[in-house]
């Protein structure tokens, strides 16, 4: 075993041989769209980004689904539509879907177990950054407020179709970008927010965060003003309290979506002042819309931050 339950990281390793070993990975939720193809997309390139966040490909995967037998609410013709979004996103990545299970359960749940191959010595975990090293982020964040927002009927068409958008964006490209020019480490953005899964890659160091870095989805922010803000993000915020120091300056609204919890969110990468500029260039040049938001310092070690 090369990364197990010890470390909070994105995937299980396994060494297979001297030239392989298997990441493992399991993910599924609630839908947080209404639009059940949508939802399957999103499941599933969420699931998938656990693969990509420790440096390997996926290979295949099963479904794992819980869906009411019998319902006039959600006939088995919604449940249709959400395999054939995760399989329709899952060939996107490359892969086939080769089975799965499916439980009978008054709320549907839909996601994805997905196997891929990493070399051995060449997988990333969300620990082994440096001082020095620079801070990339390849999504916006503000999805848990948009979609919190979208449940309510109050987001806007354009703040939902952003956030749609985004959560179904495969991280394949910057994951292959990031092979190519080499990184410490990497995690993606997912429940715990931006400082949350930040925080679990302070082993030995911590970290700076420039607010006015960090992309945000069009119209975050006047959304979580207006009091769009789901429960798990205040949950991370209390969580996080004791490990990050926000300058005066910045208000609670915009603590909070540096907390908010993210749906299929970006990866974020720790690069060697070295290679920074070639992973910015080869992002871009994948269409990655990435930003530099920070770097890891020395001290104090284990916390975060946040400026301006």
């Known amino acids: ?14 060494r297979v041989s001297d030239e392989l070993a298997l990441i493992l ?5 609630t839908p947080v769209v209404d639009d059940p193809y949508q939802f399957g997309a999103i499941a599933a390139a969420n699931s998938l980004s656990d693969v990509y966040a420790m440096g390997g490909r996926p290979v295949l995967a099963l479904n794992v ?23 329709e996103k899952a060939r996107e990545a490359g ?19 997905v196997t891929g191959f990493v070399h051995p010595k060449e997988y990333w975990a969300n620990v082994g950054g440096r001082a020095g090293d620079r801070l990339v982020l390849t999504k916006p964040i503000g999805t848990g407020i948009v979609t919190t927002a979208m449940k309510a009927g109050t987001a806007g068409e354009e703040a939902a179709r952003a956030a749609v958008e985004t959560m179904a964006t495969l991280n394949r490209a910057a994951a ?16 715990f927010g931006l400082l949350g899964h930040l925080r679990e890659m302070l082993s030995g160091v911590g970290a700076r965060i420039r607010l006015s870095a960090v992309p945000l ?21 209390e969580s996080l ?24 969110g970006g990866l974020l990468f720790a690069v060697e002042p070295s290679r920074f500029e070639d992973l910015l260039s080869g992002l871009a040049e994948a269409g990655v819309s990435a930003a530099a938001i920070g770097e890891f310092i020395a001290e104090p070690e284990g916390k975060i931050e946040v400026v301006s």
């Open 95 to 113: 892969i086939d879907i080769v089975g799965g299970h499916t439980v009978d359960d008054k709320e549907p749940k839909y996601g994805l177990c």
């Open 176 to 191: 292959e970008v990031a092979r190519k020019v080499g990184v410490r480490a990497c995690t993606d953005i997912t429940g």
């Open 217 to 237: 989805l069009p119209g975050a922010r006047d959304l979580a003003a207006k009091g769009s803000i789901p429960g798990g993000t205040h949950r991370n915020k």
């Open 25 to 29: 990975t399991v993910d599924f939720f």
């Open 241 to 264: 309290d004791r490990v990050v120091d926000y300058h005066d300056a910045i208000d609670e609204i915009d603590r909070l979506l540096l907390c908010d919890a993210q749906t299929s």
């Open 1 to 14: 075993m090369l990364v197990g339950p010890k470390t909070a990281d994105d995937a299980a390793i396994y």
């Open 65 to 87: 689904v819980g869906f009411p037998r019998a319902s006039d609410v959600a006939p088995l013709s919604i449940l249709a539509e959400i395999l054939r979004g995760g399989a």
